[in-house]
T-cell receptor
Framework: GNSVTQMEGPVTLSEEAFLTINCTYTATGYPSLFWYVQYPGEGLQLLLKATKADDKGSNKGFEATYRKETTSFHLEKGSVQVSDSAVYFCALSVYAGKSTFGDGTTLTVKP | EPEVTQTPSHQVTQMGQEVILRCVPISNHLYFYWYRQILGQKVEFLVSFYNNEISEKSEIFDDQFSVERPDGSNFTLKIRSTKLEDSAMYFC?????????????FGSGTRLTVV
């Protein structure tokens, strides 16, 4: 079956630090890969996506590159802000049915 | 920007009671989903719905659960006889052409508390 493994949290960083949250996957077929973000008390929001190998998704300063050879989709940001504090979910989808989500990584950014 | 709307935002119910969670997906979306999240942990798939029928459901989605799209705009999740372990955040999501192409747009969720 399909699965997503995310780096365990919580992650605590100082403002302007570099962020990496690791994500690896196993899937049958050719998945699309996603990062969703959940701010406190809110639903999940699509942060970025990549639909094929070597694609780079980017949004709001966050980036992730679809690496088929390492089955990875690591999330990075060069300089985090306090407002980036949230839970980040890596997910994959291979067709119109369900998506498979990772366990989520809680990021706290301190001023 | 179009939104997925869920009501109510919070529902408290007694064990054994029926609850209906309501969702209004984005109007031109064709694929509809329910997920749940217990205590801010893993996001669990419940059911997907396309062309007025269930296309896939998880083991969680047993006979106590049902979904309907009664009028072309609302999408509801019914739990017939709630249990304590049904307490969770329930998220509705919709997608224009399937999540593999565009991902989901999620609603802000209904917090269900079973007492």
């Amino acid at each position: 079956g399909n699965s997503v493994t995310q780096m365990e949290g919580p992650v605590t960083l100082s403002e302007e630090a570099f962020l990496t949250i690791n994500c690896t996957y196993t899937a049958t077929g050719y998945p699309s890969l996603f990062w969703y973000v959940q701010y406190p008390g809110e639903g999940l929001q699509l942060l970025l996506k990549a639909t094929k190998a070597d694609d780079k998704g980017s949004n709001k300063g966050f980036e992730a590159t679809y690496r088929k050879e390492t089955t990875s989709f690591h999330l990075e940001k060069g300089s985090v802000q306090v407002s980036d504090s949230a839970v980040y979910f890596c997910a994959l989808s291979v067709y119109a049915g369900k998506s498979t989500f990772g366990d989520g990584t809680t990021l706290t950014v301190k001023p | 920007e179009p939104e997925v709307t869920q009501t109510p935002s919070h529902q408290v119910t007694q064990m054994g009671q029926e609850v209906i969670l309501r969702c209004v997906p984005i109007s031109n979306h064709l694929y509809f989903y329910w997920y749940r999240q217990i205590l801010g942990q893993k996001v669990e798939f419940l059911v997907s719905f396309y062309n007025n029928e269930i296309s896939e459901k998880s083991e969680i989605f047993d006979d106590q659960f049902s979904v309907e799209r009664p009028d072309g705009s609302n999408f509801t999740l019914k739990i017939r006889s709630t249990k304590l372990e049904d307490s969770a955040m329930y998220f509705c999501a919709s997608s224009a052409q399937g999540p593999a192409n565009y991902g989901y747009t999620f609603g802000s969720g209904t917090r269900l508390t079973v007492v």
